[in-house]
């Protein structure tokens, strides 16, 4: 749940579950190892997408590959990962738009926690 949106002196932050998170001014977190399944959905409610098991599943992949690599995936990559997990119909760049309609670096890694991707506005 979120608490609130609040802005400080060097940057945002958001409060969840009485956690101050901090957060850039594009709204990215800081520190990734500060997400958690809640701050996601109040990231998503400041975007105002409401998270499904696509989402869920496309959050999952950019989180387990940042675990794994200490970077954000290439969008094609999330693709090629979505077409085994959700199917050819659902593994394009349009589906990607329609769940994350500011597209992925500005909403996916956002809500996934990342910070803001070099390549956030190049990628998709």
């Known amino acids: 749940m979120v608490d609130a949106v ?3 002196s060097d940057g945002h932050s958001i ?7 901090a957060t850039d001014q594009l709204g990215f977190l800081v520190d990734p190892g500060q997400w ?3 701050v996601a959905e109040a990231l998503a409610a400041r ?7 696509d989402h869920w599943t496309m959050i999952r992949f950019v989180r387990d590959w940042y675990e794994s690599r200490q970077a954000v995936p290439e969008a094609r990559r999330l693709l090629a990962s979505m077409k ?5 119909d659902k593994a394009t760049r349009r589906y ?4 994350f309609p500011h597209g992925y670096g500005p909403d996916l890694c956002k809500i996934a926690g990342m910070t803001m991707p070099r390549k956030v506005m190049l990628d998709v």
């Open 96 to 99: 990607l738009h329609r769940l």
């Open 47 to 53: 975007a105002a997408i409401e998270l499904g098991p």
């Open 36 to 38: 958690d399944p809640a």
């Open 15 to 21: 409060r969840v579950g009485g956690r101050s998170i």
């Open 84 to 88: 085994a997990e959700l199917g050819e």
């Open 6 to 8: 609040t802005a400080g």
